[in-house]
């Protein structure tokens, strides 16, 4: 519906140029100038009103905000159809322009996920703290929408899913999860079935929650003895909540009760270590502690993806170091000074760790083929069919590469990026 818009006379606006468009929210794209949000100030997160929307956290932001219809001034942005916005934004780069353009979907899709996965959970988790039986197909749901959406589109749904609010964090959380494990699981090359289990068990690992006080879950500051114990039960309750039900995978019973095991032992409840620990636990532990350490918590700030890889590797005997190193892979984040060994039968050092919108930069200078030393180069790790791949973490000892080499190659590689 177009519509043109006037204080006095409908001539003075259209000599203004001025061309207004209501659509829907799920219609919103980069590129278009936002006239007005409408409906109540307080169902969407912008005090400002009238601007270019370049930025996809803020497309984000309106997309999972409430307003239902907005207006759109395609005098000044994009217009609703593809054609008439190309056209509006001219035929230069039109390679480019199509790129954008496709993101710009993208993005809008994982939202719809996102949107339709929270809803679910909160009503999976409502209906479990009233002690009611879950639905299996509304979780079947939730992984089948969350496996596609990694398969298509996996770092705009795992952008859109840090942006989770400290409100939205019981809900959103489980959906994070459920797509860290799907994505991990694809990178070791587990098969559908099985990621599908891991999917599953990532949703629901955290269930045996919504039998704890409100209160001690979100408290803003440290957990008394007494709270923290509380806390600890819920892997065995949401165990014991799962283990009476059907269909539930026996991975997502599993990762239920073990994802707070460490590698040394020192984990609950039962204080497993090494490969007493499954793989399925052992990625639940991962996947859980990525993603609560890089969200808003009551009681603490996110850390930011690089920060949060970087101190869970510091962590001696928390995690699987092999399975943590493949983590690292299926999101795309590593520390600086890294050495990786590419899928080209090179090695090479981090130098810069990559993020969602950015693949990380490789100072690769040793042959694993010819055992030795080679003229350094510059390389962006690829996906996993590409030669410049990362497939593993190389051990500096097994090649006779000193650290002092490393350090130095990561300086000289600063100056690069």
Not at 215 to 238: Q, Y
Not at 323 to 348: D, H, K
Request: glycine share 6%; net charge positive.
């Amino acid at each position: 519906m177009d519509l043109k818009f006037r204080t006095c006379t409908q001539t003075s606006w259209r000599r203004c140029g001025v061309t207004l468009r209501r659509i829907r929210r799920n219609q919103l794209r980069l590129g278009m100038y936002i006239h007005t949000l409408e409906g109540s100030w307080f169902k969407h997160p912008f005090w400002k009103r009238g601007f270019l929307l370049e930025r996809e956290t803020d497309l984000a932001a309106v997309l999972s905000s409430q307003i239902e219809t907005l207006l759109i001034d395609i005098s000044k942005g994009a217009d609703l159809a593809k054609a008439k916005a190309k056209a509006t934004l001219g035929s230069a780069a039109p390679e480019a322009f199509d790129e954008a353009w496709t993101q710009d979907e993208r993005t809008a899709a994982a939202v719809e996920v996102v949107n339709r996965s929270k809803e679910v959970m909160r009503q999976v988790l409502d209906t479990a703290r009233l002690g009611q039986a879950i639905e299996s197909t509304a979780v079947t749901s939730v992984v089948e929408d969350v496996a596609s959406c990694i398969e298509h589109n996996q770092p705009a749904l795992l952008k859109i899913l840090r942006l989770k609010s400290k409100d939205e964090y019981t809900y959103l959380h489980s959906v994070a999860v459920c797509a860290l494990m799907i994505s991990l699981a694809r990178q070791l090359g587990l098969d559908r079935r099985t990621t599908k289990d891991l999917g599953t068990a990532g949703l629901l690992h955290d269930i045996g929650k919504v039998v704890l006080p409100v209160d001690v879950l979100n408290k803003p500051g440290r957990l008394t003895d007494e709270e923290f114990a509380l806390v600890k039960t819920h892997s065995l309750e949401g165990y014991r909540l799962l283990s009476d039900l059907d269909n539930i995978p026996e991975a997502a019973l599993d990762v239920c009760q073990h994802h707070h095991e460490k590698i040394d032992g020192s984990g609950y409840p039962h204080g497993l270590c090494a490969e007493q620990i499954t793989l399925a636990a052992r990625m639940g532990a991962i996947c859980d502690v990525y993603d609560a350490v890089t969200s808003d918590r009551p009681y603490k700030d996110a850390w930011a993806p690089l920060e949060a890889i970087t101190r869970m590797r510091q962590w001696n005997g928390h995690f699987d170091p092999k399975i943590l190193f493949a983590f690292m892979v299926s999101i795309g984040v590593f520390p600086v000074g890294t050495l990786v060994q590419l899928q080209n039968e090179r090695i090479g050092v981090i130098i810069e760790g990559g993020r969602h919108a950015t693949k990380p930069k490789v100072l690769t200078f040793y042959s694993t083929r010819k055992r030795k030393f080679t003229r350094s180069e510059l390389v962006i790790a690829g996906g996993k069919r590409s030669s410049d791949a990362i497939v593993c973490e190389a051990d500096p000892a097994e090649w006779g590469i000193s650290l002092a080499r490393i350090d130095h190659l990561v300086r000289l590689g600063a100056r690069w990026v």
